[in-house]
């Protein structure tokens, strides 16, 4: 199984329980095949580099998860499919990737104690 991380944007005319119900849908396709979620974080709302679609904030979300290399490629016809996804980005980490992952998610843990 291989590590990956992927980061999408969500249109920012959604409210938060629209938010959390697409976050639900990706992390729900990825358990479906078979893959661990290791970590999500939410960002939250967040000012664009360039507008997209006219739009100049939107909802940020980082999901890392293990699994397959055919998964992606489903996960990313799902973010075309969905008109809420603005922008999407996997990336496939390789094993310093996955340590500084580790190493960030320990910084940002002891930062909100």
């Not at 697409?22 to 709302?45: D, M, P, S, T, Y």
């Not at 967040?46 to 055919?70: M, R």
């Amino acid at each position: 199984m291989n590590n990956y991380e992927t980061v999408f944007i969500l249109t920012p005319v959604l409210s938060d329980a629209q938010v959390e119900e697409a976050v639900q849908k990706f992390e729900n396709l990825l358990k479906e095949k078979g893959c661990e979620i290791v970590a999500k974080e939410k960002w939250g709302l967040k000012k664009l580099a360039y507008p997209i679609q006219l739009k100049k904030n939107g909802f940020y979300t980082l999901i890392e998860f293990k699994g397959e290399g055919d998964v992606v490629a489903e996960l990313e016809l799902a973010f075309k499919r969905d008109e809420r996804v603005i922008r999407y980005l996997t990336t496939k980490l390789d094993k310093h990737a996955v340590d500084y992952a580790v190493t960030r998610r320990a910084k940002v843990k002891a930062a909100k104690a």
